[in-house]
């Protein structure tokens, strides 16, 4: 069963547009992650954040992490036609050893 | 460098035959995932290994799934008398290990039980 819930489960944007995705869990985490998976294709790692960091930033990646509310965020700045993918958030939990449970995804899709 | 490499990349089998899908991870990496995607779903955990030693192995959905790594390196899911519920996107996955480590997926492997 997967552990997160993501939402929204879509999201259509122009380019140029920030695109904004959230992803909620249950359980006690040692880290979160997030990844990208074009179609037809194996998932990226996009960036990680451990239980006691709050925001975390990568190029145009922000991702920010509430540990209270067990949710996280992922905000692409400047979007562009290359980032349609479909997004999962990924998390390591502290009584699981290093497997990821993943939540369902967000699909994105940017239209230039 | 190479990545993760997955073969096949897509299989065909008839209901009750037995598939083999081969993973192989990037070079020295200790720690090996096994997952499974339905279509439109996220991936779901089967199996994870740590060298050769398969330490969890929770995931697997019945008794016809069997994972190995016999040499801490390649690894092969094998699926005996399949069925049609089987039909998924196998990935597999590998890290330097620990909690901290980003996993590196391969393509995967595109299984289609008729």
New interface residues.
């Given amino acids: 069963s997967q552990q997160g819930e993501e939402d929204p489960q879509a999201l259509s944007i122009q380019e140029g547009e920030n695109a904004t995705m959230n992803c909620s869990y249950k359980t006690s985490i040692n880290n979160l992650q997030w990844y990208r998976q074009n179609s037809g294709r194996g998932l990226v790692h996009l960036i990680l954040i451990r239980s006691n960091e709050r925001e975390k930033h990568s190029g145009r990646l922000r991702v920010t992490l509430d540990t209270s509310k067990k949710s996280s965020s992922l905000l692409i700045t400047a979007s562009r036609a290359a980032d349609t993918a479909s997004y999962f958030c990924a998390t390591d939990a502290k009584a699981a050893g290093n497997k990821l449970t993943f939540g369902g995804g967000t699909r994105v899709l940017v239209k230039p | 460098g190479a990545g993760?490499s997955q073969s096949p990349r897509y299989k065909v089998a008839k209901r009750g035959q037995d598939v083999a899908l081969r993973c192989d991870p990037i070079s020295g990496h200790v720690?090996l995932?096994w997952?499974q995607q339905a279509l439109g779903?996220?991936?779901?955990?089967l199996t994870?290994f740590q060298n050769e030693a398969q330490?969890?192995k929770s995931?697997l959905p019945s008794d016809r799934f069997f994972a190995e790594r016999p040499e801490g390196s390649v690894s092969t899911l094998k699926i005996q008398r399949t069925q049609q519920e089987d039909s998924a996107v196998y990935?597999c996955?590998s890290?330097l290990?620990?909690?901290?480590q980003?996993?590196?997926?391969?393509?995967?492997t595109r299984l289609s039980i008729l």
């Fill in positions: 993760v720690s995932f997952y779903q996220g991936p779901e955990f994870y330490l969890d995931g990935l996955a890290s290990g620990g909690s901290y980003p996993q590196h997926f391969g393509d995967g």
